[in-house]
């Protein structure tokens, strides 16, 4: 089982729908989780932190965090053409005293207009 | 601000030869990293750096060394380069328990 797991895509969504995006982690104690954006070609850009479980917003991105079933989801609503990309989620390990994340492989987005 | 800059962005190496691969913060980070990652694969964890003077192995070091003498830099040694160092690195830093920045990357080619 891999520590970090996401549906590789492509997810293909209409412009203006909600894309949702998931993520699996194994280790029960991981306290931090992040998305990163990456568009072809370039660097990983964090868009959203969460560290709590719940829902955590920022524009049009919201950040869902459930520890008891160890799932981490981003959902964007309004998308656009802009937002195709990949978009990695990544976990701090509980068993580190410091700051290492284990990273997904990623899910392609496609936002068609 | 330059955030973490990597030079250079692209190399071609024949098999066998070295480079060092640099990486440079200004943000005062202690915690710096060299990732690699190769298609459909995600990010590969190959060195990291708590601090100045301090260093350790992750996934995937075979092949790859470092050092950080200081706090700014962090620079990745490829020696005797193999076909199965072909990749793009990413270098990126951190404080605490805040999500990475990274690098714009180095794509790497060995032939």
């Known amino acids: 089982q891999k520590e970090v797991e996401q549906n590789s895509g492509p997810l293909s969504v209409p412009e203006g729908a909600i894309a949702s995006l998931n993520c699996t982690y194994s280790?029960?104690?991981?306290?931090?989780f992040f998305w990163y954006r990456q568009y072809s070609g370039k660097s990983p850009e964090l868009i959203m932190s969460i560290y709590s479980n719940g829902d955590k917003e920022d524009g049009r991105f919201t950040a869902q965090l459930n520890k008891a079933s160890q799932y981490v989801s981003l959902l964007i609503r309004d998308s656009q053409p802009s937002d195709s990309a990949t978009y990695l989620c990544?976990?701090?390990?509980?068993?580190?005293?410091?700051?290492?994340?284990?990273f997904g492989t990623g899910t392609r987005l496609l936002v068609s207009p | 601000n330059a955030g973490v800059t990597q030079t250079p962005k692209f190399r071609i190496l024949k098999i066998g030869q070295s480079m060092t691969l640099q990486c440079t913060q200004d943000?005062?980070?202690?915690?710096m990293y060299w990732y690699r990652q190769d298609p459909g694969m995600g990010l590969k964890l190959i060195y990291y750096?708590?601090?100045?003077?301090?260093?350790d192995k992750g996934e995937v070091p075979n092949g790859y060394n470092v050092s950080r003498s200081t706090t700014e830099d962090f620079p990745l040694r490829l020696e005797l380069a193999a076909p199965s160092q072909t990749s793009v690195y990413f270098c990126?830093?951190?404080?605490?328990?805040?999500?990475?920045?990274f690098g714009s990357g180095t794509r790497l080619t060995v032939v």
């Open positions: 943000m005062n980070h202690n915690y």
């Open positions: 990544a976990v701090r390990r509980g068993d580190t005293g410091f700051q290492k994340l284990v």
């Open positions: 990126a830093s951190t404080r605490e328990d805040y999500g990475y920045t």
């Open positions: 750096s708590v601090g100045a003077g301090i260093t």
């Open positions: 280790d029960r104690v991981s306290q931090s």
